[in-house]
T-cell receptor, first 112, second 120 residues
Framework: DAKTTQPPSMDCAEGRAANLPCNHS???????VYWYRQIHSQGPQYIIH???NNETNEMASLIITEDRKSSTLILPHATLRDTAVYYC?????????????FGTGTQLKVEL | NAGVTQTPKFRILKIGQSMTLQCAQD?????MYWYRQDPGMGLKLIYY???????DKGEVPNGYNVSRSTTEDFPLRLELAAPSQTSVYFC???????????????????FGSGTRLTVV
């Protein structure tokens, strides 16, 4: 699976959009981009995933660049409860039990 | 529907002791996983299973054993606890690969709440 690079930390004002970047320059054609978050010491929570089209669900939007070498997770109206570590993960589905490889993620701090 | 249930939530072990971390899921997921997370670090895969009777090593399997006799349960065994095994352990499950007609995949992992283990 391709490696990802994320900034170690970001701050965001409550009510504003939080834009979390992720670089995955070695991504291959059959690899998906997944985002998870971990609030405090809880188990990680699935947010969203995509292949090449932009995706939106009730939690967030995922923007993937045309060359697929980077992506941005957007939390449209961040709240204090969105303070968490956000993990960007790239993986394929060619077998191997659908394993996810976690990096160190981005610590997002949402402040008043 | 409880999702993924891990027990115990906390445990202190002495060096050389053994214990089993329990994990159960009620979503009929084929795939199950054990991760560990050290302070300030991301999760590292210990073992995983793609179905009952089938297990395989992940990134950091040394010092651990697993079994998968049923779809629901995936216990993790520590035989001789060492201080290096002090960590938070997460169990997770996911459905098996199943494409949709749109070409996207609709699953994500479901994680348990974790077991915080200290070896002294």
């Amino acid at each position: 699976d391709a490696k990802t690079t994320q900034p170690p930390s970001m701050d965001c004002a409550e009510g504003r959009a939080a834009n979390l970047p992720c670089n995955h320059s070695t991504i291959s054609g059959n690899e998906y981009v997944y985002w998870y978050r971990q609030i405090h010491s809880q188990g990680p929570q699935y947010i969203i995933h995509g292949l090449k089209n932009n995706e939106t669900n009730e939690m967030a939007s995922l923007i993937i660049t045309e060359d697929r070498k980077s992506s941005t997770l957007i939390l449209p109206h961040a709240t204090l409860r969105d303070t968490a570590v956000y993990y960007c993960i790239v993986r394929s589905f060619t077998g191997g039990g659908n394993k996810l490889t976690f990096g160190t993620g981005t610590q997002l701090k949402v402040e008043l | 529907n409880a999702g993924v249930t891990q027990t115990p939530k906390f445990r202190i072990l002495k060096i050389g002791q053994s214990m089993t971390l329990q994990c159960a899921q009620d979503m009929n997921h084929n795939y199950m996983y054990w991760y560990r997370q050290d302070p300030g670090m991301g999760l590292k895969l210990i073992y995983y299973s793609v179905g009952a009777g089938i297990t395989d090593k992940g990134e950091v399997p040394n010092g651990y054993n697993v079994s998968r006799s049923t779809t629901e349960d995936f216990p993790l065994r520590l035989e001789l606890a060492a201080p290096s095994q002090t960590s938070v352990y997460f169990c997770a499950s996911s459905p098996s690969y199943k494409p949709r007609s749109s070409g996207t995949f609709t699953y994500g992992y479901t994680f348990g709440s974790g077991t915080r283990l200290t070896v002294v």
